[in-house]
Nanobody, 127 residues
Framework: QLQFVESGGDLVHTGESLRVSCVAS????????IGWFRQAPGKGREGISC????????TYEDSVKGRFTISRDNAKNTVYLQMNSLKPEDTAAYYC????????????????????WGQGTQVTVSS
């Protein structure tokens, strides 16, 4: 079972930047494509970005494209999400999960059965 621990969330102001991280355990991260998801209060969980196992391929939803950057360090079993120009609508709990990379390209975000959701990390953007 692949498990994740997310961290780095904080309270920031509009326009500021933040980097969140997720560390994997249970398997070597290099075998998996990873997606970042978020869940705002009262809403369902949505996928926003993915990265291929080697890091050579990335995808982004229009809502974060040009502002967020996904990256990974397989030696550290860690995936990052650099978030710039944050907006109040980015306020959410952020999670990562192992996904099928091809599902990210059509925004279906198929999460692997081996994935176990972490607690998430809260990002709050004040106006």
């Amino acid at each position: 079972q692949l498990q994740f621990v997310e961290s780095g969330g904080d309270l920031v102001h509009t326009g500021e930047s933040l980097r969140v991280s997720c560390v994997a355990s249970g398997s070597r991260l290099e075998y998996y494509a990873i997606g970042w998801f978020r869940q705002a209060p009262g809403k369902g969980r949505e996928g926003i970005s993915c990265i291929s196992p080697s890091g050579s391929g990335t995808t982004y939803e229009d809502s974060v494209k040009g502002r967020f950057t996904i990256s990974r360090d397989n030696a550290k079993n860690t995936v990052y999400l650099q978030m710039n120009s944050l907006k109040p609508e980015d306020t959410a709990a952020y999670y990562c999960a192992a996904v099928r990379f091809t599902s990210c390209t059509d925004s279906t975000y198929d999460v692997l059965r081996t994935n176990s959701w972490g607690q998430g990390t809260q990002v709050t953007v004040s106006s």
